[in-house]
């Protein structure tokens, strides 16, 4: 079996695109294309019985037309962990957590630069930019040495050590830039004028949602192709929290799972939150969010997403929420979870597990709920923000 991808759609426009030539974005809406597949014929779920236990194992459902372009360094199939004492605690059936942290350099952020670099070598694209809070940059870093391409890597200069060393040790070509990750990008913009840098900036092509895609996929397929009832996710860029939602909607769609309960959360931090305010605003999209603070939780501190509407159409379509929370009660519930459940999360991990007492005492979460939340990457490359 090889993979059904056919083209690509603008999502506000519709208008489609031809898969052969490389394209980042709209240009009449300047909105992220999403990979489109045909599902008209059935696949049978028994198809995944022989194959590897990694993310590239739901090949129909991905882009990469020909295998040997695949760009690997052992992704996905990461582990649900049940938290049993937190559900006891909480009165609540069952809350597990899916761990990104084991993937390659310490993130989700793996899954979606591996997809996007695969793509853009069968595209014959071997120089790339892009703008980072950390964990993207060194994904970037890592997939493009193993390419043997070019990588610039642009970053805020509050962007902790570990990562700058984490993508020179690879061999990028890395910025610091003052302000956020919006002020990286502003950045990176100008540098690439006059050179044929392809941009990765998170929904900017189209690839590495397909990557954060296969999260969804594995979770239905974890859970035995019934859904949980509530995910739980940290959203910046919110490129994770769009895949999953859209690997449902295409399990759905070709009938290996019969219904989606699911409601999508998304959890941001205080220092810079404009999801939470376009929810409870009811609104489309979200506002730049002027003047980030600095935080703990690096993944969160972005202003914009350009996703944002696709990230707002996802939480009104599962009737799901959008929660933010201090850096000090983040570090407090990480101290707490850690000394019940023996896991050290990332903040952003943290902000996600405050989100579960905040969201059961509110009731949005139910005694009966099946919950998930995601901690997506290893809190050791945290460590200087902890400390």
């Not at 962990?81 to 793996?110: H, V, W």
């Not at 941009?199 to 900017?204: E, F, N, P, V």
């Not at 035995?224 to 690997?247: C, H, S």
């Not at 707002?312 to 929660?323: D, F, H, P, Q, R």
């Amino acid at each position: 079996m090889r993979s059904r991808y056919t083209h690509l759609e603008c999502h506000e426009c519709h208008t489609t695109f031809d898969i052969s030539i490389p394209q980042n974005y709209c240009p009449s809406c300047e909105q992220p294309l999403l990979a489109r597949y045909d599902y008209t014929s059935s696949i049978d779920r028994s198809v995944l019985k022989n194959r590897e236990h990694s993310m590239w194992r739901y090949q129909e459902f991905l882009p990469i037309l020909d295998p040997s372009n695949i760009i690997s360094l052992g992704e996905g199939w990461t582990p649900i962990l049940p938290l049993k004492k937190l559900s006891r605690q909480l009165g609540i059936k069952d809350i597990a957590m899916k761990e990104e942290g084991g993937n390659p350099t310490g993130s989700f952020k793996a899954r979606g630069i591996a997809m996007a670099v695969s793509k853009a070598h069968e595209l014959g694209i071997n120089e790339f930019c892009i703008p980072t809070a950390g964990n993207a940059g060194s994904a970037l870093a890592a997939y493009v040495a193993k390419q043997d391409g070019i990588a610039h890597i642009y970053m805020p200069e509050a962007t902790p050590r570990v990562f700058q060393k984490d993508c020179e040790i690879m061999g990028a070509r890395v910025t610091k830039v003052q302000g956020s990750i919006k002020d990286a990008g502003i950045k990176m913009s100008k540098d690439r004028e006059g050179y044929s840098w392809w941009d990765i900036t998170t929904l900017k092509e189209p690839f590495r949602l397909e990557g954060k895609k296969t999260m969804g996929l594995e979770i239905a397929e974890q859970y035995n192709w019934e859904l949980p009832d509530v995910i739980i996710y940290p959203t910046g860029g919110g490129t994770g929290l769009i895949g999953i939602w859209k690997a449902f909607q295409e399990l759905l769609e070709i009938g290996w799972i019969s219904h989606i309960p699911t409601k999508m959360i998304a959890v941001q931090t205080k220092a810079c939150d404009p999801v939470v305010k376009a929810f409870h605003d009811k609104s489309p999209g979200t506002e730049v969010y002027e003047n980030p603070k600095e935080t703990i939780a690096n993944g969160l501190r972005v202003p914009k997403a350009f996703g944002d509407k696709l990230i707002m159409k996802t939480l009104y379509e599962s009737n799901g929420y959008a929660v933010s929370y201090s850096d000090e009660t983040i570090i407090k519930r990480l101290e707490d979870f850690a000394r019940t459940e023996g896991l050290f999360l990332s903040p952003e991990g943290g902000a996600v597990i405050e989100a579960i007492y905040d969201l059961r005492d509110k009731g949005f979460i139910k005694p009966s709920d099946r919950v998930l939340a995601l901690n997506t990457g290893s809190a050791y490359k945290y460590i200087e923000n902890l400390l």
